[in-house]
């Protein structure tokens, strides 16, 4: 997963000592190019990574596979001092477009909504941080997001059992109503209390997805830290800024909407994203961009309680 080594040089370049490991002749060639090129020291591995993992211990370890990168997890999990990075590319699995496939790979029920890259996203965090638990692992999310076609997270890791057991608190499951949007969360290992019918329509079209993440997928502090880093000579400074300053202010919720849907729910004319989150301020609700789209905004409003006080007026 070294592929051009790229990473591996931008580590070095902060005085990082290195390792780079991929499987494939070029992509190794060029990462020791690249890391010579550079002036940099660094050691570039031939070899499956999963057994280097289980051999050598790494203070930070970056998981960057094409699709999913559960093949690799059981490894790093198990041997990582300080932090693990995850990018998955496998957005339909994970999301629930590709329900069987996000069941197997996964170990939890992905369901498909108008939330799919945060529903993609807690999918993979639950994932995760189960898997990090099976060695007495605590693995929080420090900063997470999800840009064009991958999700990307940042863990965290303490290495006492009862860290593991207290974070694994954040897990439960998500009661969606495909006909109204209205969701509410419980937390638990299994869902103790799923609804026949939704509690705002009536209506029987509800899915339960789970388990997942319910809990921060950033951290404020840090994420703000990061973006300080930034610096213009940063070919993607633009982009990075925005992500990073919108999951540092994105509030706690586990879903999010997306403003377009529900207008067009309600056949309403959409007003403007920072109007219409001014709305739900201004009526006492929490409320906040979220990274996952242009139109997507996080509040403490129920469905209901969003149309009463943002809903645009349709003569408008
Ligand atoms: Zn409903």
Redesign the pocket.
């Given at each position: 997963m070294a592929a051009s080594g790229i990473r591996g040089v931008r580590a070095a370049a902060e005085g990082y000592t290195v390792t780079c490991c991929d499987i494939d002749d070029e992509a190794v060639d060029l990462a020791r190019a690249n890391l010579a090129r550079n002036d940099f020291d660094g050691t570039v591995e031939q070899r499956n990574v999963n057994a280097l993992l289980h051999e050598s211990m790494f203070d930070v370890v970056d998981l960057d596979p094409f699709g999913t990168p559960i093949p690799f997890v059981d490894a790093a999990f198990s041997t990582t001092r300080n932090m693990v990075c995850v990018t998955a590319t496998d957005t339909a699995p994970l999301c629930g477009a590709h329900m069987q496939s996000g069941i197997r790979k996964y170990s939890a029920v992905p369901q498909n909504t108008d939330y799919h890259p945060e529903m993609g996203l807690r999918t993979l965090l639950s994932s995760l941080i189960r898997t990090a638990a099976r060695y007495d692992v605590a693995a929080t999310p420090i900063c997470s997001h999800v840009s064009r076609h991958y999700a990307r997270t940042y863990l965290e890791l303490d290495h006492r059992a009862t860290e593991a057991d207290s974070l694994l608190e954040n897990l439960g499951f998500i009661h969606h109503?495909?006909?109204?949007?209205?969701r509410r969360h419980e937390f638990g290992h299994y869902p103790e209390s799923v609804p026949e019918s939704?509690?705002?329509?009536?209506?029987n079209?509800?899915l339960t997805a789970g388990p997942i993440w319910l809990g921060p997928v950033a951290d404020s502090e840090f994420t703000t830290a990061v973006r300080t880093q930034l610096s213009p000579e940063m070919g993607s400074i633009n982009r990075a800024d925005k992500t990073l300053s919108t999951v540092a202010a994105e509030i706690d919720t586990p879903t999010h909407y997306d403003q377009h849907r529900l207008c067009k729910q309600w056949g309403v004319p959409a007003n403007s994203m920072d109007d219409f989150i001014d709305d739900l301020r201004n009526a006492g609700y929490e409320a906040s961009h979220a990274h996952y789209s242009g139109t997507a905004f996080k509040t403490t409003a129920t469905?209901g309680e969003i149309r009463e006080a943002a809903a645009p007026d349709p003569d408008n």
């Open positions: 109503c495909e006909e109204c949007l209205a939704c509690s705002t329509c009536g209506s079209r509800l469905v």
